[in-house]
């Protein structure tokens, strides 16, 4: 039984005042909610801040990039062991913002993934097509590809230490999402993939979110497909409401 993650990715918003703000009013929201994992995923500076104040709530913290290298001359760079010792339980890798305006490849996502398990933390590893790949009919094929170009390579996957997040690069930020159809074709498709590069245990238990304009309106439908286990959520994980609603909405 996968037990269903909803995970904020607050992206460049937030610093350690509002951070602590908007952790203690989801914080405060969630009394009585159980039966459903949260994950906040504030800017480096916040994490201290934010760690401090989830102590008295169900809420884990993860970081939202973290450094192919474990230590050494790398200017502007922080660590996996670094984001471990500030609290953090999870750390997202391969964003597709970080693929597109960071010019991140495959080969730095292993590196990152290994370096994250090192630690002791889980991985988050997103992936996803861009629109014209979608329209060109190929967006299975770059799922596969994505997908297939990094799991295998990694020293462990199970699913415990890594959780994928399926998010189609033309539904971020957009306000379009994917419908749930469309969305559940490539969970099937990711979970399959899983399976045939390990095993169907392994795949049966490994959890894949989805992320691309995820709202309270729309996380139920999407959530209540039988591959999708959760949602990683930008812009409406800035909103206690938002967030909060979308939690309500996946119980
Ligand atoms: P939005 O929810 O703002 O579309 O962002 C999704 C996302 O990129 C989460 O990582």
Redesign the pocket.
């Known amino acids: 039984m996968r037990k269903t993650l909803i995970?904020g990715?607050w992206?460049l918003n937030k610093g350690p005042k509002e951070s602590v703000k908007l952790v203690r009013s989801i914080g405060m929201g969630l009394h009585g909610v159980d039966g459903c994992e949260v994950l906040v995923c504030p800017p480096y500076v916040s994490l201290p801040a934010v760690n401090e104040i989830i102590n008295g709530f169900p809420i884990a913290l993860g970081a939202q990039n973290c450094a192919d290298h474990c230590d050494g001359a790398y200017t502007g760079e922080i660590s996996a062991e670094m984001l471990s010792e500030v609290g953090c339980k999870y750390v997202?890798v391969a964003?597709?913002?970080r693929r597109e305006h960071y010019q991140e490849t495959d080969a730095s996502f292993i590196d990152k993934i290994n370096l994250v398990h090192a630690a002791g933390m889980r991985a988050i590893f997103?992936y996803g097509e861009k629109i014209e790949d979608r329209r060109a009919g190929r967006a299975e094929e770059i799922v596969r590809t994505q997908l297939q170009a990094v799991l295998p390579q990694l020293d462990s996957f199970t699913p415990e230490n890594t959780v994928l997040?399926y998010?189609p690069v033309w539904?971020?930020?957009?306000?379009e999402t994917a419908t749930p159809e469309m969305a559940q074709d490539i969970h099937n498709l990711s979970r399959n993939l899983v399976a045939g590069m390990f095993d169907s245990n392994i795949a049966e238990a490994t959890r894949i979110l989805y992320?691309?304009?995820?709202?309270p309106s729309n996380a139920k439908e999407l959530i209540a497909c039988a591959d999708i286990d959760g949602g990683?959520?930008?812009?409406?994980?800035l909103d206690s409401d938002n967030f909060l609603g979308i939690i309500k909405a996946a119980l």
Not at 171 to 175: L, P, Q, S
Not at 211 to 215: I, L, T, V
Not at 232 to 237: E, I, N, Q, R, T
């Open positions: 995970a990715n992206k997202i964003h597709s913002e997103c997040a998010e539904a971020i930020g957009t306000g992320g691309g304009s995820m709202k990683l959520v930008g812009g409406a994980s």
